[in-house]
């Protein structure tokens, strides 16, 4: 198995070419292979977010290839006026002597209709995908075909995404349609009109809040639960996991945790 024969499929036919496309239209962070390294391939570790304690492990399971829903950061929080960051330059130097090839899937592995963060987290609590996108098309709406009570919801986010979940109540005790938006989909005046209100949400779910967001959401009528921006982005890169694994059966897939509560 080579590098080319692994991507190909995953961008032809796992995520797709109008996916991938659409993706450099909007994201600004890595959406495809960043670094080829060795061309061979019998391992591939997946995880949230690319840094150097998970290339390490990575390294030590024996992977050539790393997936990732954040890529390696290149961006401006990593380089300043054309300067690496210490953490940048160790995580580049990691990289190279050990002949990685990595890659990130950001706004691919929450938008994707099939195994996309948003849409898993939609399945695993038991909603209906509705395949209505949701946050400018970065999320999914869903709804439960019986209404569920607000607090047997927050139990199963805790329980889906295993640990405590922060919840704003709205003016429900009972919720129908979710609006699922992983990692920093923070509600402001626009998408609590555009997002929230007109496209009638009970609850609107994604990884973090703002200071503001409590009396946002309880003004305008809406429950919040903010449940960790690592935490509702494992879903989308464990089922790209699977489905590599599922094409080339030969290729140990494994997906690698680096815990973050934040």
């Given amino acids: 198995m080579n590098v080319k ?25 890595a959406n495809g292979i960043q670094i080829m390294g060795d061309n061979k391939i019998t391992k591939v570790a997946l995880g949230v977010s690319c ?31 054309s300067k690496l960051l210490s953490s940048t330059q160790q995580e580049l130097k990691f990289i190279f002597d050990h002949e990685l090839t990595i890659a990130g899937y950001h706004y691919c592995l929450d938008a994707h209709n099939e195994i996309g963060n948003n849409i898993q987290i939609i399945k695993k609590l038991g909603a209906v995908d509705t395949y ?40 429900k005790e009972r919720i129908k349609r979710i ?9 402001y ?22 200071e503001s967001g409590p009396a946002l959401a309880r003004e305008n009528g809406f429950a919040y639960f903010a449940a960790g921006h690592y935490a509702t982005e494992v879903l989308g890169v464990k089922a790209l996991g699977e489905e590599i694994k599922k094409v080339f059966p030969e290729i140990e897939t494994n997906f690698i945790e680096i815990w973050n509560e934040w």
Avoid at 139 to 168: N, R, T, Y
Avoid at 193 to 201: D, L, P, R
């Fill in 51 to 81: 840094n150097l304690e998970f290339l390490q492990k990575a390294v030590n399971w024996g992977a050539q290839v790393c997936i990732f829903h954040h890529g390696l950061g290149l961006g401006d929080h990593y380089i300043y006026n």
């Fill in 132 to 171: 209505e996108p949701y946050f400018e098309n970065w999320g999914w709406i869903g709804e439960f075909e019986v209404e569920k009570p607000l607090v047997d919801l927050a139990k199963d986010c805790s329980k889906l995404f295993k640990h405590d979940v922060f919840m704003v109540k709205g003016n």
């Fill in 5 to 29: 024969t692994l991507f190909n499929t995953i961008h032809n036919d796992i995520i797709g070419p109008d996916l991938l496309a659409k993706a450099e239209l909007v994201d600004h962070n």
């Fill in 189 to 210: 005046a626009k998408d609590i009109w555009q997002e929230i209100i007109v496209k009638n949400i009970d609850a609107h779910i994604t990884g973090v809040i703002t």
């Fill in 179 to 187: 609006g699922v938006c992983s990692g920093g989909a923070m509600p």
